[in-house]
């Protein structure tokens, strides 16, 4: 049995659901989806643990009726 995380990056997180990298990207600033971030030299990535995507997912569809998600 192992205990390796799986990680997405911005770009296939947001494929799962239709929406773009930098919707996903606000959505970490915002502090609503735990990511970590690696600085490449030009930009900032982030990589989102598959077990957060769920959840974050989960409470997303949640509160789609709250004006503060967007």
Same mark, same amino acid.
């Given at each position: #049995?192992?205990?390796?995380?799986? %990680?997405?990056? !911005?770009? +296939?997180?947001?494929?799962? /659901?239709? #929406? +773009? &990298?930098? %919707? /996903? *990207?606000?959505?970490?600033?915002?502090? *609503?989806?735990? &990511? !970590?971030?690696?600085?490449?030299?030009?930009?900032? +990535?982030?990589?989102?643990?598959?077990?957060? %995507?769920?959840?974050?997912?989960?409470?997303?569809?949640?509160?789609? $009726? $709250?004006?503060? %998600?967007?």
């Amino acid at each position: #049995m192992s205990n390796r995380q799986t %990680w997405l990056s !911005t770009e +296939t997180a947001a494929s799962t /659901v239709g #929406m +773009t &990298a930098e %919707w /996903v *990207r606000r959505q970490i600033l915002a502090g *609503r989806l735990p &990511a !970590t971030a690696f600085d490449t030299g030009r930009r900032r +990535t982030y990589r989102i643990r598959s077990d957060d %995507w769920a959840i974050f997912l989960s409470d997303y569809t949640r509160r789609t $009726d $709250d004006p503060g %998600w967007e």
